[in-house]
């Protein structure tokens, strides 16, 4: 019987290798990998080296070349303790089948990482039941390449059971389970679907962005309440729905999961439910962090995001969150105050003219300018109540 379950244990040693191609540049490729060190501690595996090559295309049958694979299973050797390789980039299952034979140690691609790190945050039944079915769609195609004892036995007569390979066999079960699980989704999604319809009449806000950028603490500090929130990538999956009342004006806000680039699209697809906070919400608070060397990139990636989930087109509020950090990594305590200032303005004023005024730069962990960040919100849902309920309007004034 085929199982899902977790692939990486508490401080493995790993390496990380990443492909400089057509489409990915070498600082791309750097970044990328400084992010999948992130994504590799966050699931209790410790990144101690990374290897990186330039080619004009991934090698189809072990993604590097010949000779840089050599490389890596020497370092490997002379190592002796490395017991896992990541690959920024997705393989198929013959290219992790030949990697793992020619290296003997455990492969796996930045979406089974991703996986690896859903399965082990997702708490609740929906969440756990998404992870499940976005591992066995991952699992499908490639089950030649991840299962040997699969391989065919043999040919003829009577070598081949009731009918199937042992391949063919686990092929038919996967598909089953992918069925079952498809069915279980759904009917947790209608039961959702009811408790958002439940909720009245009331403007629903969304909390979106990059992974790890602050939704969760700016949840906490918005709505008092006490959502899971720490320096780790994917810290929230499911959604949490809090009843927030500004001035007399209630509305629903909500912290989504974080967006992440290469995210696998099983993932989009199993966690549509949970995405369908986003779609419904009547407007989208995109929070940045502003400290991040990449920020600019991480807000690309989410606009790409919420425009494949076809949200693009709501009332949005930028947040450049981590103020205090960014001032800390940009500025000395030599620089001039006046520099210091023109920096600041120049940086806000551009980003003001980017968002058309809808902007708010903040830190919600020093609780810096949220008293602006709650009336931009405010007067955003207000607008809503007037655009949504103009014969009611008057009562959220």
């Not at 790190?117 to 708490?123: E, M, Q, V, W, Y």
């Not at 999961?257 to 199993?270: A, M, N, Q, T, Y």
């Not at 990594?329 to 003219?353: G, H, S, Y």
Request: hydrophobic fraction near 40%.
């Amino acid at each position: 019987m085929i199982e899902t379950k977790k692939i990486i244990r508490s401080e493995e040693q790993a390496i990380l290798i990443g492909l400089i191609y057509k489409e990915q540049t070498e600082p791309m490729v750097n970044e990328y990998l400084d992010e999948l060190t992130f994504l590799a501690e966050t699931a209790g595996a410790i990144a101690v080296k990374r290897f990186t090559q330039k080619l004009p295309h991934p090698d189809s049958k072990i993604f590097v070349g010949k000779g840089k694979l050599e490389e890596i299973k020497q370092y490997i050797q002379l190592k002796g303790n490395i017991s896992l390789v990541i690959f920024d980039d997705e393989l198929t299952g013959s290219q992790i089948q030949n990697i793992e034979k020619e290296l003997n140690v455990k492969t796996i691609d930045r979406s089974d990482l991703i996986l690896d790190i859903f399965a082990s945050r997702a708490k609740t039944a929906q969440a756990k039941t998404q992870v499940e079915l976005a591992q066995y769609q991952y699992i499908l195609p490639r089950l030649k390449g991840m299962w040997k004892h699969l391989e065919r036995q043999g040919g003829g007569v009577g070598t081949r059971g009731p009918g199937e390979t042992e391949i063919e066999t686990d092929r038919r079960i996967v598909k089953d389970k992918i069925s079952l699980l498809r069915k279980r989704l759904a009917e947790i999604d209608k039961q959702s679907f009811t408790q958002r319809k439940d909720r009245g009449e009331f403007i629903r806000v969304a909390l979106v962005g990059y992974t790890n950028v602050g939704k969760s603490t700016l949840m906490n500090v918005l709505s008092k309440s006490d959502v899971f929130a720490e320096n780790k990538l994917f810290a929230t999956l499911d959604t949490t729905t809090r009843k927030v009342v500004f001035e007399q004006t209630p509305f629903l806000l909500s912290d989504t999961v974080g967006f992440i680039r290469k995210l696998p699209h099983h993932l989009i697809e199993s966690f549509k439910s949970t995405l369908d906070e986003v779609r419904e919400a009547d407007v989208l608070l995109h929070v940045v962090d502003i400290s991040h060397p990449q920020y600019e990139d991480q807000l690309l990636v989410v606009n790409k995001t919420l425009a494949e989930l076809k949200a693009d087109d709501k009332p949005v509020i930028t947040i450049f969150n981590k103020m205090d950090k960014y001032e800390e990594l940009a500025f000395d305590q030599w620089l001039n105050p006046e520099v210091k200032t023109d920096i600041l303005v120049d940086l806000k004023q551009r980003w003001q003219n980017e968002t058309k005024g809808n902007c708010v730069f903040v830190s919600a962990t020093e609780k810096t300018n949220l008293d602006d960040l709650r009336q931009t919100i405010l007067n955003s849902v207000r607008d809503m109540y007037h655009i949504r309920y103009p014969y009611r309007a008057e009562f959220f004034y």
